[in-house]
Nanobody
């Protein structure tokens, strides 16, 4: 049984940085995409960033473009999300996810992602 385990969440001041990690266990990354999603309290889950494991193509939501960076370390089987210039509206539970079908062009349509972690909370204060 595969597993995705997020870590690195916590509290930060506006303008600060955090780095989230997602340890990927027993899931192949071959021809798959990985992504970060978030759910602000009381709101719908939304896509943040995604990456194709083959080739490293990335895709970002407009709200985080230029501030967040997604990366994948194949050797460590770990997905990262570097979050800089954090804003209070970035406060949310953050989830990593893996696509179910082969994926060459990463996107943020939730229906494409079959496997999810339990999430890690990020809180940004002004």
């Amino acid at each position: 049984q595969g597993q995705l385990v997020e870590s690195g969440g916590g509290s930060a001041q506006a303008g600060g940085s955090l780095r989230l990690s997602c340890e990927i266990s027993k899931y192949t990354l071959w021809r798959r995409c990985m992504a970060w999603f978030r759910r602000p309290l009381g709101k719908e889950r939304e896509g943040v960033a995604s990456i194709a494991a083959d080739g490293g193509t990335t895709f970002y939501a407009d709200s985080v473009k230029g501030r967040f960076t997604i990366s994948l370390d194949d050797a460590k089987n770990t997905l990262y999300l570097q979050m800089d210039s954090l804003q209070p509206e970035d406060t949310a539970m953050y989830y990593c996810a893996r696509s179910g079908d082969p994926c060459y062009s990463p996107g943020l349509d939730q229906v494409d992602y079959f496997y999810w972690g339990q999430g890690t909370q990020v809180t940004v204060s002004s």
